[in-house]
């Protein structure tokens, strides 16, 4: 004897576990979507500059002042110890330095709030030592300019991957 289809209680859609299944990814995918968009209005974007227009003027300064760090023949050893919490540096020169106050800026790869500058005094032989709390593991971008910004050395730097960095004023 042949089944009658009418025979099987029908259950209504809801109470089947298929289409609570299919529609399980699209609801996750809307869930996802309502997070990211949270996240991207909700946190400020650091790597966007404001007045970009300034910023771009400021490029033609910044390369006079480091035609000025060539002209004085001057480069920059940097070395961390961890271990002792110590930044040491040491400042050379083909021409004699101005004495007067250094500053020496370490910006994070991303995130502003570590950025760290220290105002300097090198010794007779161009030396420094700073205490630093434990630095982290990024790109720094270190500058080291003299407090006229007369001149500007720069370069990147991979801390710990690098222990010592050298940066030489090169022209461009």
Partial sequence: MAGNLNSFPVKPWYLHRWPWLLMLGPFLVV??????????????????VGD???QGKAINQDLRRERAAVALGLSLELTYD?????????????????PGKLVLH???????????RF?????????????????????????LEN???DWR???NWSWPAQRVIALQAAPN
């Fill in 119 to 143: 105002e300097l005094t090198p010794d007779a032989d161009g030396g420094f030592a700073l205490p630093l709390p434990m630095l982290e593991r990024t790109q720094w971008q270190v500058t």
């Fill in 31 to 48: 869930l996802a979507g309502s997070y990211t968009g949270w996240l991207a209005f909700s946190q400020a974007d650091a790597l966007v």
């Fill in 147 to 149: 407090a006229a910004r």
């Fill in 82 to 98: 961890a271990a002792d919490g110590q930044l040491r540096g040491k400042v050379h020169s083909g021409a004699a330095l101005a």
């Fill in 52 to 54: 970009y227009y300034t």
């Fill in 153 to 155: 050395l720069g370069g």
């Fill in 106 to 116: 370490l910006v994070h790869a991303t995130l502003p709030s570590k950025d760290l």
